[in-house]
């Protein structure tokens, strides 16, 4: 549970004390490749921490996944708009890869904003990393060409492009998979 402690050392100040009650609030949870953490119509019961692997969210639209985010080792992950009120989700999380996750309920959540000194101001500091990807991807797909959304899903994710699957890059670019080709051919035409 280093990776655990260490994750939280590095947005908070912990005693060990407050290290320990971090260890006793989460739990290990392993997904295969494919395998979803949430489904839609399902309330997010847990927030989770990626260990190891790789996850996608997105939103189903009449057949056709929508791809809005990834999530890789080291990020946090949830859909806070299902597990804050515990309300049914409109969204998926899958695994891409094998994933392993450090899991928490909402209790547990609000055990640790109440028992580390800087419980609250944790939350806050991943809440508010959510809320701007979020706020620039929206604003992404109402002001960028394609191009530039693939461009920045680069700088995003340059550390995962390589194991995300085209498809799914083109979803979260917005695009069709061969739009995506011609986009990157004239890119390393460019270059």
Do not use: W
Request: hydrophobic share 35%; net charge neutral; with cysteine.
């Amino acid at each position: 549970m280093q990776f655990l402690i260490n994750s939280f050392k590095q947005l908070i100040n912990i005693t060990e004390d407050e290290a320990q009650l971090i260890k006793e609030t989460f739990t290990v949870k392993e997904i295969k490749k494919g395998e979803h953490f949430l489904n839609e119509g399902e309330v997010c019961r847990y927030a989770a921490l990626i260990r190891k692997g790789l996850v996608r969210y997105y939103i189903n639209n009449d057949g056709n996944d929508g791809t809005y985010y990834f999530g890789s080792e080291g990020d946090f992950m949830c859909d806070y708009e299902s597990f804050l009120p515990q309300l049914p989700s409109n969204k998926n999380i899958q695994a891409l890869e094998d994933t392993s996750l450090y899991i928490i309920n909402r209790d547990g959540l609000q055990k640790l904003y109440k028992g580390l000194s800087e419980g609250e101001r944790f939350g806050r500091v991943v809440i508010e990393h959510v809320f701007v990807n979020v706020l620039q991807q929206l604003s992404s797909f109402y002001k960028d060409a394609p191009e530039q959304r693939y461009q920045r899903f680069m700088n995003s994710y340059a550390d995962i492009s390589q194991r995300v699957p085209q498809y799914y890059i083109a979803s979260y670019v917005g695009i069709k998979p061969q739009s995506l080709s011609r986009i990157r051919n004239r890119i390393a035409h460019q270059r």
